[in-house]
């Protein structure tokens, strides 16, 4: 797998949006798919990394920090599950490190810079820990 960075342009929606725009759910989902169906696919344990740049209208008074990030990465990883992710065993669990964040931007700058790189992982380690020590030691 290849690192991959890229910016899918839009205005970023949660996946629980129940006022204001509701339309715009599809049309960021599609957004998704149709600027990242392109990409190479996933198929082994990476990181990732995504900056979700927002409008000022994302950020109202009720809302100074603007929408719930693990709202806006639900909605953008299950699209990418349908890119990227495809070929993954788990889809989208092969991302073992995560790092989100959201800022404003002018309107015309909206969307999602992401970045995924690709890491290897040896099978993970059964470990023991024993009680008298709380040591930890492998397991045969």
């Given at each position: 797998m290849n690192y991959i960075s890229h910016k899918v342009s839009g205005q970023p929606y949660t996946a629980?949006?129940?006022?204001?725009?509701?339309?715009?759910?599809?049309?960021?989902?599609?957004?998704?798919?149709a600027q990242t169906s392109h990409l190479p696919l996933v198929t082994?344990?990476?990181?990732?990394?995504?900056?979700?740049?927002?409008p000022a209208n994302r950020f109202p008074s009720n809302y100074p920090y603007g929408p719930d990030l693990d709202n806006l990465l639900k909605l953008f990883l299950d699209?990418?599950?349908?890119?990227?992710?495809?070929?993954a065993p788990g889809k989208d669990s092969c991302i073992v490190a995560l790092e989100a964040m959201k800022t404003c931007v002018p309107d015309e700058q909206a969307g999602a810079q992401f970045e995924i790189l690709p890491i290897n992982l040896t099978k993970p380690q059964k470990i023991a820990v024993t009680p008298a020590t709380n040591s930890q030691l492998p397991l045969k």
């Open positions: 629980t949006k129940i006022l204001g725009n509701v339309a715009g759910l599809k049309i960021w989902t599609d957004a998704i798919i082994e344990a990476c990181i990732f990394r995504v900056t979700f740049l927002l699209a990418l599950n349908q890119t990227v992710f495809r070929a």
